[in-house]
């Protein structure tokens, strides 16, 4: 069974910083990590993948602010969140695409707000 389970979400005021962290277990190979929000009253959208030869791509709004990377030894990607915005504010998901079948899974969500 597929499980994600991230952590690191909460409150921060605007200019600071966060860091997420996702494990993930139970997939057999893995072509691609990376992490969704979804903001109130919005569609959720991608922000940040990370491939396994190490490519990465960002959502416009957070290139130069947020950093993805991953842990192979401890299959954990991480989103490394800073000069947070108000407009960051969402519940993060991770998720991952199985490489054998291209499934897509995701996490149960971590919240992140920002305000002051």
């Known amino acids: 069974q597929v499980q994600l389970v991230e952590s690191g979400g909460g409150l921060v005021q605007p200019g600071g910083s966060l860091r997420l962290s996702c494990v993930a277990s139970g997939m057999f190979s893995i072509n691609r990590m990376g992490w969704d929000r979804q903001a109130p009253g919005k569609q959720r959208e991608s922000v940040a993948t990370i491939f396994m030869d190490g490519s990465t791509n960002y959502e416009d709004s957070v290139k130069g602010r947020f950093t993805i990377s991953r842990d192979d030894a401890k299959n954990t990607v991480y989103l490394q969140m800073g000069t947070l915005k108000l407009e960051d504010t969402a519940v993060y998901y991770c998720?991952?695409?199985?490489?054998?079948?291209?499934?897509?899974?995701w996490g149960q969500g971590t919240q992140v707000t920002v305000s002051s």
């Open positions: 998720t991952a695409v199985d490489a054998f079948n291209y499934s897509q899974y």
